[in-house]
């Protein structure tokens, strides 16, 4: 996933997570003296909640000696997750979460951009990785499920190289190494994180795991297994979204079909 020579930005929210994954990275890079990390925060504008975090991950970026940028949706789309999520349920039925993931992954390829980084990296650890996989399967997402993977590449201008270091590692040894290291982070979880497709599989597979140890690591053999076959039948050619110039695999990236079609 690394080279001795990146420039590696690691998406920090203040959550265990990516709180670990910063952590691990920052005493990797102390052997590799021409690896950079720089660490960005993407603040989506959620009462309550974002602050404390950004708080706590500005307080890791200053013990690890990391910079650190703060990336705003207010600044970047004009609008807080808060003002979007109400518009967004009224107008388009999407719900908070849905909204979030697509506008904080656009944020996250503009951010890692303008710090000049060559690799983003993302905390998604084994739970989030076979979560995603069984939301894409009832979706019938076949795209989406061919793009789990450990390192997202695309020979595309402007298109940053995404790695998911953490992405075979359960989230219960991530949270016992966050505890083992006293890493500080935000335990409180986000208010839109309620009755979700997403809690309801997290609650099952957590439960099939009692049940049936190494599930969600079968899951994502599985995965493995099917994804070159899957490759072939969803390679799609990027190109420049219309409206912002971000990498896009319409005429107009998802981002800014919904915030048009929010502000209509
Ligand atoms: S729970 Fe949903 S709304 Fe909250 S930060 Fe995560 S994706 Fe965004």
Sequence with gaps: MLSPYDRIAVA???????????HILTKIEERFPRVELIAITIDEGIRGYRREAIRIARENCKKLGVEQSIFSFKKLYNHTLDELAKIAKEKLQLTPCSICGILRRKALNVAAKEVGATKLATAHNLDDE?????INIIHGDIWKLAR?????????????????????????????????????????????????LRSHVRLTLNRLEVRYPGTKFKIIRSIEKIRPLLKGLVEVELKY??????????GTCR?????????N
């Design 12 to 22: 920090l929210s203040g959550g265990k997570d990516s709180a670990a994954l910063l």
């Design 130 to 134: 076979s979560q995603t996989i069984l």
């Design 148 to 196: 789990v993977e450990p390192m997202i590449t695309r020979p595309f201008p402007g298109f940053i190289t995404r790695i998911k270091p953490l992405c075979r590692i359960p989230e219960s040894e991530v949270a016992f190494y966050a505890y083992l290291q006293r890493i500080k982070f935000q335990e409180s979880s986000c208010p839109y994180m309620r009755d979700t």
């Design 241 to 250: 979204c219309k409206i912002c110039g971000e990498p896009s695999i319409k």
């Design 255 to 263: 981002a800014c079909e919904i915030l048009s079609k929010i502000e």
